[in-house]
């Protein structure tokens, strides 16, 4: 059974930073590209940014130069760093497998 898990949010000031984990149990980690989307309230979910199996990063128009993707396939983790963070930068942060798995969450809250 394929499990993701998030951890890492939390509370921060504009211009803060934070790193966000994704551990994947059950599923041949290195095998996959794996995404973060996230979720502000009353919008739709949004791509953030993804990574494939050997490291290629693809990232949202909104997110690039802030925002940094990466893997460790020995620990089966996916990160995204966020950095210079904004109040629109407020949502539920979720990661995403090439199989379609999601993980419960983590908030994000980016507040003065």
């Known amino acids: 059974q394929v499990q993701l898990v998030e951890s890492g949010g939390g509370l921060v000031q504009p211009g803060g930073s934070l790193r966000l984990s994704c551990v994947a149990s059950?599923?041949?980690?290195?095998?996959?590209?794996m995404t973060w989307y996230r979720q502000a309230p009353g919008k739709q979910r949004e791509f953030v940014a993804g990574?494939?199996?050997?490291?290629?990063?693809t990232y949202a128009d909104f997110v690039r130069g802030r925002f940094t993707i990466s893997r460790d396939n020995n620990r089966n983790t996916v990160f995204l760093q966020m950095n210079s963070l904004q109040p629109e930068d407020t949502a539920v942060y979720y990661c995403?497998?090439?199989?379609?798995?999601w993980g419960p969450g983590t908030q994000v809250t980016v507040s003065s």
């Open positions: 990574i494939g199996r050997r490291g290629y990063a």
């Open positions: 995403q497998s090439q199989l379609n798995n």
């Open positions: 059950g599923i041949s980690f290195s095998d996959y590209a």
